[in-house]
């Protein structure tokens, strides 16, 4: 990372993972893997991945663009996050957040890294900096949090729609009394925000319910009813169902039990680097308590 003269290398790790649980489609007649397949319109022809190209669709006519024009382009090869501004941080909108990554000091000493973030607390700054992540340019914000810096891309300013809505536009009035007792209500819900006291319920009841039927012995054996299926004769992906729907469960268990292991809960790094550095994740904690369920204003 590059701002003026001052060089900071760093790592660079996702610092988001999806916990959903995975799922597919299946025949409710006899379990049969549903899957797509790559078929031309024209010919009919189930196609393999190295026959297929871009194309650029207007309505009208249709481009075609070749591995070989795709090439052609001035590829961003740059391996450096370059600082363009510092701007106050409250003009950064959330709206425009996109995903995260945690930043690594990469160096013998990390004092150049520390440097930059003391800077950007002390100032109340978040720096705006540009770099290539998998061949496209991304505008990202450098913030800090806790001692990590934090790079966190932004969405262009086009691809933020605007809010018109012409109800919003006829007077409306509100009273003295109407507010009064309006700010009494928030803040008869005031609190401190904790992320953990959260949790995704649908998602907990789902790996419940596959631990359940795995339990009672309801669950087809994956090889013999979904067969050996390449990805190149079918189009789509192929998962082993109960390696996942196992792993899930041995995940909920150890998150109920609060005895999770390091090594289920690794997240892949993402790097823009060609190091691959590995990252542990803490273990996984217990259920978070459920809130008491708010009033909802009708």
């Known amino acids: 990372m590059t701002f003026g003269l001052v060089n900071v290398p760093v790592k660079v790790y996702s610092a988001t993972e999806d916990h959903d649980v995975s799922l597919h489609q299946v025949h409710n007649k006899d379990g049969g893997r549903i899957r797509y ?9 189930v196609v393999a991945y190295q026959d297929i190209d871009k194309a650029y669709d207007d309505g009208e006519r249709t481009v075609v663009l070749t591995a070989d024009d795709l090439a052609s ?5 740059s391996r450096e996050i370059d600082v363009v501004e510092f701007v106050p941080s409250d003009q950064v909108d959330l709206l425009t957040l996109d995903k995260a990554y945690y930043l690594e000091p990469d160096s013998a000493s990390p004092k150049a890294y520390v440097l930059l973030r003391r800077t ?9 900096v540009r770099f290539s992540l998998r061949q496209k340019t991304r505008l990202a914000a450098l913030r800090v949090r806790g001692d990590v810096l934090v790079l966190q891309t932004l969405l262009w300013a086009d691809e933020v729609r605007e809010a018109a809505f012409p109800s919003l536009d006829e007077p409306v009035r509100i009273s003295a009394k ?3 007792l309006s700010a009494s209500l928030v803040e008869s819900f005031a ?26 012995g309801d669950a087809l054996d994956t090889s013999e009813t979904f067969g050996d299926h390449e990805e190149e004769d079918t189009g789509g992906e192929v998962i082993d169902l109960m390696a996942a729907l196992r792993a899930s469960v041995e995940r909920s268990r150890a998150a109920r039990e609060g005895t999770g292991s390091d090594a289920a809960s690794k997240p892949a790094a993402e790097s823009t680097g060609s190091a691959k550095p590995k990252t542990v994740k803490a273990a996984a904690k217990p259920a978070a308590k459920k809130k008491p369920a708010k009033a909802k204003a009708s």
């Open 191 to 216: 609190s401190d925000f904790d992320p953990s006291e959260f949790a995704d319920e649908y998602q907990e009841e789902l790996r419940v319910l596959i631990e359940a039927k795995i339990e009672q």
């Open 120 to 128: 950007l607390e002390q100032t109340d700054r978040t720096a705006i």
């Open 178 to 180: 109407e507010l009064e």
């Open 73 to 77: 382009l001035p590829a961003e090869r």
């Open 37 to 45: 397949q790559r078929k031309c319109e024209v010919c009919g022809e």
